[in-house]
């Protein structure tokens, strides 16, 4: 994969995707060529054309010669687990491009708008060398925003249809989004729509409520991506905002608290994962399980119980 080979990256990602016990060996041969691609992440309600966007900006940047890594994740059927991948059949203009990779993958149950998986499929496309990598999340809601966690620049996509753009805000994506775009910017609604968001951008730039790591009012721009208009203004903001990431230093800050923030994550599960394996073989541990299950003990002098227990010197 290292070397450029195609196939080994897809079958890097199947085993990343699999959660298979040779994770941590992939990711200890990809670690010294991390950090080097921008990570787009594209999101937004269903229906925004989100696809349709992240295909036009695909063309544009290979317009300009970059090669581009494209990771669309489709929700999973509850029933079946399954999923129906349509992102990659709405891009397969770019499918016979050398220079672009299109993976998609199923949110597998995974709350957030991202496949559990999403993280390190992101490390192994950046190790493989693209210099752009695009992410079209699931459709999000009011708790589906995991992607500002792995994008460096988040566009939030919406449509005149999207409703009251208040009730957007409430969804959290005023906080998440460094660029706006409404799409489908020919129907009614649309200038009604793009004012109430400006106003609200302005008024959340100028507040000194919530702080600030860069001097950035979010821009509101208007797309007809199925018509390719508006893409090109669009990449340029991306690119602004990139530009400025990279000047103030925001961007390593950013993608240092990322890498704090998944060790964190990553000591979670494996301790969890190292209790409830102790579980079957400690019968201290085993007793805390059982008081707790038969209501004479609560769950918080439990934690603390067990916690001495594991942490305990040999």
Do not use: C
């Amino acid at each position: 994969m290292l070397a450029g080979d195609r196939l080994a990256l897809a079958r890097l990602i199947t085993r990343v995707e699999n959660r298979g016990p040779e994770i941590p060996e992939i990711m200890r041969a990809i670690q010294p060529r991390l950090g080097r691609a921008h990570v787009l992440g594209i999101t937004g309600p269903p229906g925004a054309g989100k696809s349709t966007l992240v295909d036009r900006l695909t063309s544009h940047l290979r317009a300009e010669g970059a090669a581009v890594g494209v990771l669309a994740v489709d929700p999973s059927s509850p029933f079946t687990g399954g999923a129906v991948l349509g992102d990659r059949i709405r891009m397969q203009a770019h499918t016979l491009d050398p220079e672009v990779f299109i993976r998609s993958m199923a949110t597998r149950g995974s709350l957030g708008g991202l496949a559990g998986a999403t993280g390190d499929v992101l490390k192994l496309m950046d190790a493989f060398g693209f210099p752009w990598v695009l992410v079209e999340t699931v459709g999000v809601g009011q708790t589906e925003l995991d992607i500002v966690k792995l994008a460096d620049t988040t566009v939030v996509a919406l449509v005149p249809e999207s409703g009251d753009s208040v009730q957007a805000m409430k969804a959290g994506l005023m906080e998440v989004a460094d660029i706006f775009v409404v799409n489908k910017a020919d129907r009614d609604g649309a200038h009604v729509l793009m004012a109430e968001l400006r106003f609200s951008m302005h008024l959340h730039y100028s507040s000194s409520a919530s702080p600030k790591d860069i001097d950035w009012e979010t821009p509101v721009l208007a797309t007809q991506a199925v018509s390719d208009v508006g893409v090109t203004e669009l990449l340029a903001e991306v690119k602004r905002h990139r530009a400025v990431l990279e000047a103030g230093g925001a961007l390593e800050k950013r993608r240092q608290a990322r890498r704090r923030a998944e060790l964190r994550t990553l000591l979670v599960e494996r301790f969890a994962s190292e209790v409830l394996g102790r579980v079957e073989q400690d019968r201290a541990i085993a007793r805390v399980f059982d008081a707790v299950a038969d209501g004479a003990l609560d769950s918080y002098s439990a934690v603390s119980r067990i916690l001495s227990t594991m942490l305990r010197p040999p």
